[in-house]
């Protein structure tokens, strides 16, 4: 699922971080990172949703293993479905608004659509 960026993690911490922001985009919307992860989001989000449009037990049981709260995986399979029934693709945008302070790391929005 996710391309080849290492992101300066281990596996498994990589996962969980990933497993992470994708909740948490499907629950607010919207979140500011760092170019490169909102990029390696992008798909993983978009699967997500992809499995909320088929509504059925196993597409659910599938988005509950990766997604971290239930109500959130509820909340893609009731709302997000509903809202991007008649889309085929491309729920989600990355727009970049620049380097951060700290350590000029080049910054992103990722938000759906």
């Known amino acids: 699922m996710p391309g080849t ?4 993690k281990a596996t498994d911490a990589r996962m969980a971080m990933l497993r992470q922001q994708v909740t948490d985009l499907l629950d607010r919307g919207r979140m500011e990172t760092t170019y490169t992860r909102a990029k390696e989001i992008q798909p993983l989000a978009e699967k997500m949703i992809s499995l909320g449009k088929q509504k059925d037990m196993a597409a ?7 997604i971290t709260r239930e109500d959130v995986a509820h909340k893609t399979f009731k709302e997000l479905s509903e809202k991007y029934a008649d889309r085929t693709g491309g729920y989600t945008r990355v727009t970049r608004i620049g380097p951060r302070r700290g350590d000029a790391a080049e910054m992103a929005v990722i938000e759906l659509v």
């Open 5 to 8: 960026r290492k992101l300066g």
């Open 60 to 66: 659910y049981r599938q988005a509950l293993s990766f």
